[in-house]
């Protein structure tokens, strides 16, 4: 007959831990629209990102009972590995307590060092693309036929110039730049030659006719599902 080591904690610690994070980071999709409408209708000056669900949070209700839950265990129980493995999962979960509480109050320094400790630090490549998404936005609002969306792109750009240092060429990087950003180093083929060898595979695959790649402005080389696109970085 099998038995739980932890069957005397499990069902508590369940009712004791049970929030979700990412339920109480979800926005209301009407919420986000109607910001936007005041924003390019000029009511507001500077939409704000509510989470709704943790204004009823009670945050120090809840790490309470983690708290009394792990104090508990400490004390009472006797095999030192559930002890442990409680141990490190109730701290983990303050933890996760404490970012949602930091994200309540807009507490940015904490955020980013309580999510680096909880999640780990940002892949490289999931930074790479999130860049490149940020700067492509940045190119749309700059074509926008609003001129409100222009005018505060632009002021965008001026403040993370003036705050940050960030110079438009840092954000829209020429192709010497675009080659240091990728690992520093220069490849021994160049993007025309990347083009032509992709579109080599494509006729021995047999699906020349459907996908192309195509060269241009992206940070690095991605795949476009929906245009059946293998884009290549100048």
């Known amino acids: 007959m099998e038995t739980k080591l932890d069957r005397k904690w499990i069902d508590e610690y369940k009712r004791r831990a049970s929030f979700s994070t990412l339920t109480f980071l979800k926005v209301n999709t009407r919420y986000l629209k109607s910001q936007e409408d005041d924003f390019i ?65 807009g507490d940015d320094p904490k955020f980013m060092c309580l999510s680096e400790k909880l999640f780990g630090s940002l892949d490289e490549d999931v930074l790479a693309q999130s860049l490149f998404n940020v700067r492509e936005n940045i190119k749309r609002r700059l074509r926008s036929k609003n001129k409100k969306v222009r005018s505060e792109t632009e002021n965008f750009i001026k403040y993370l110039e003036t705050e940050f240092s960030v110079t438009p060429r840092n954000i829209f990087p020429h192709s010497h730049d675009q080659e240091k950003i990728r690992n520093g180093k220069k490849s021994h083929l160049g993007p025309e030659d990347i083009k032509r060898e992709v579109e080599a595979a494509f006729d021995k695959l047999g699906i020349k006719n459907d996908w192309k790649a195509v060269v241009g402005d992206y940070l690095n080389i991605s795949v476009n599902y929906a245009e059946k696109e293998l884009r290549i970085p100048r």
């Not at 939409?47 to 809840?62: A, N």
């Not at 708290?67 to 095999?79: A, D, F, G, S």
């Open 41 to 105: 209708s000029e009511k507001i000056n500077n939409p704000k990102l509510i989470y709704h669900r943790l204004s009823d949070f009670d945050f120090k209700e809840w790490r309470n009972r983690l708290e009394e839950l792990l104090e508990r265990i400490l004390k009472e129980e006797k095999n030192e590995l559930v002890k442990e493995a409680y141990k490190g999962r109730i701290e983990e979960r303050l933890e996760t307590l404490a970012l949602l509480e930091a994200t309540h109050k």
